[in-house]
């Protein structure tokens, strides 16, 4: 971040003390932790520490309102919330809720040797609640195997290691920042944490991709286009240490990766879609020469280890060219809605030939020739 820089050993040690605080006050396996927090070093430390305490971490961001972070904490089971110490104050906390702040006295004081964890790889590794559309939040409940499958694929896939650094922008509530932080963190890479003020600020971005040899971009599409039109107009091209955009979370415009690429010719764009009821993506396509026929970039092929279907009602496959609802299998899926199985049964469902656990969508898609999916919006 821009007032601290925090080395590996230094990370180990501190969320080794939010570890044994944890431990020593219940938590563990399928517990949620809650973290109240905004952008900052703070972050890493809190969602590394809940993990090696066993539990699961719950993000909450500071600028919600009160009235549903005290529905969260009531909703999931909530003992125990990890804050900053300058929002000790402001961030009020139901009753039976303990806050510490990690970067408090009264951390700094506790030991960094958790005991050893209980928690497996079919343990809760986090929950996110999303907006639902009846007003009430669901909470997806994500497993360590599912997260890390993705986490995997991706750095594999793209060759990530410790040369690289990641620009954070996205918040702790949103699931695109569980790779930045652990998929950057576990090959020995960095992470750039902007300031909490400049999570829309394109010209803070590119002073800080220049300063710290930022490689990698992971954002929604609006963003990396605020950047573009910042670095297109009087705000400086974009450094040429970036070698891969990853974009998701909503349309893709036809023009982002050529648009990209005249700043920075090496650059790879890659497409990426899925749910947070999935861990993260599970589908990607490599945005190559865009085809002047093309109304969209395809939503691409399945992710290792993950399926993608294009059913009818019946749950039958559609042919080429035939819109249909779009499932998604494999070992991406969540658990379940935290607390709420009539959720989960709407939203999932097994497939009565196959066998196989499906998420439903809600979105639509067909299937092109060559095995690719388009993206065809909301049913």
Not at 118 to 123: K, L, N, R
Not at 198 to 215: C, I, K, N, Q, Y
């Amino acid at each position: 971040t821009a007032e601290r820089t925090l080395t590996y050993g230094e990370l180990w040690h501190r969320s080794g003390q939010v570890a044994r605080w944890l431990c020593e006050r219940g938590a563990g396996p399928d517990r949620l932790v809650a973290v109240g927090m905004e952008k900052g070093w703070e972050q890493a430390v809190a969602a590394l520490g809940v993990v090696r305490a066993g539990a699961a971490y719950l993000p909450i961001d500071p600028a919600w309102p009160d009235e549903r972070r005290f529905y969260l904490c009531a909703h999931g089971g909530v003992e125990l919330a990890l804050v900053q110490e300058r929002l000790a104050g402001p961030l009020a906390w139901p009753a039976g809720v303990t806050a510490v702040a990690v970067d408090g006295a009264e951390m700094a004081r506790q030991e960094a040797a958790p005991p050893p964890s209980s928690a497996g790889p079919s343990s809760l590794a986090y929950a996110i609640f999303t907006s639902g559309s009846t007003g009430f939040p669901k909470g997806v409940a994500i497993e360590h195997r599912s997260a890390a499958n993705t986490i995997l694929d991706v750095n594999r896939r793209f060759a990530v290691g410790p040369q690289d650094r990641v620009l954070a922008l996205s918040s702790l509530s949103f699931d695109l920042s569980v790779w930045d932080l652990f998929g950057v963190l576990a090959v020995g890479g960095a992470l750039v944490m902007p300031e909490p003020w400049a999570g829309r600020d394109p010209s803070r971005w590119v002073e800080l991709m220049r300063s710290h040899g930022v490689t990698l971009w992971n954002s929604v599409p609006a963003l990396l286009e605020l950047l573009l039109e910042h670095s297109e107009g009087a705000g400086g091209a974009i450094p040429e240490t970036l070698r891969l955009a990853l974009l998701s979370g909503d349309w893709l415009p036809l023009d982002v990766a050529s648009r990209l690429r005249r700043q920075v010719p090496a650059a790879q764009v890659v497409s990426l879609g899925g749910a947070t009821e999935a861990s993260i993506w599970s589908i990607l396509h490599p945005v190559g020469e865009v085809a002047p026929e093309w109304k969209s970039i395809p939503y691409g092929k399945p992710m290792v280890n993950q399926t993608f279907h294009v059913l009818d009602a019946r749950l039958q496959p559609r042919p080429e060219w035939v819109p249909g609802d779009l499932y998604i299998g494999g070992v991406g899926l969540a658990r379940c809605y935290w607390g709420d199985a009539e959720k989960t049964a709407a939203s999932f469902l097994v497939h009565p030939e196959s066998g196989e656990r499906l998420y439903r969508t809600g979105d639509l898609g067909r299937y092109l020739p060559g095995g690719d999916i388009e993206f065809l919006g909301r049913a």
